[in-house]
């Protein structure tokens, strides 16, 4: 998906889902829909988005490195989570405390990592 932005960049009133743009980093892709702005200040800023299923493809021809089995690259990336109607805060620290855990018994990198949850009113800028 693109940003309405980069859409009229490139399209300008054209419809572009079905179209292909070329990134130099990744590749041709395949425009599936148009991101509107959003309506208020956010911690994301971004021109496009790909989804995370086209990434084992991207390592697989070398477009981008084998990492994402990696837990030092955390940084990568965002990860969200809605959570069920009625499942305590509680419930999902739990969840991200056994994650962790696991990822320390099975991993090789010598940093100890801790999941944590944050609302994302918490990240937001106003």
């Known amino acids: 998906m693109v940003s309405r932005k980069t859409a009229d960049r490139f399209f300008g009133k054209a419809n572009p889902v079905g179209q292909t743009l070329w990134q130099k980093d990744g ?5 599936t829909g148009i991101l509107d702005t959003p309506a208020h200040a956010s ?3 971004f021109d496009w988005v790909a989804s995370v ?6 390592e697989k021809t070398h477009i981008l490195p084998a990492e ?11 990860t969200y989570v809605r959570l069920r109607v009625g499942t305590s805060p509680q419930t ?9 855990s696991r990822i320390q018994k099975t991993s090789v990198a010598t940093e100890r990592y801790a999941l944590r949850a944050q609302p994302l009113s918490a990240i937001s800028p106003a």
Do not use: D, K, R
């Open 27 to 31: 590749g041709s892709f395949t425009i």
């Open 92 to 100: 999902l620290a739990n969840a991200l405390a056994m994650i962790s």
């Open 43 to 45: 911690h994301l800023e």
């Open 53 to 58: 299923a086209t990434v084992p493809l991207l």
């Open 68 to 78: 994402t089995q990696n837990w030092s690259n955390y940084w990568t990336a965002y």
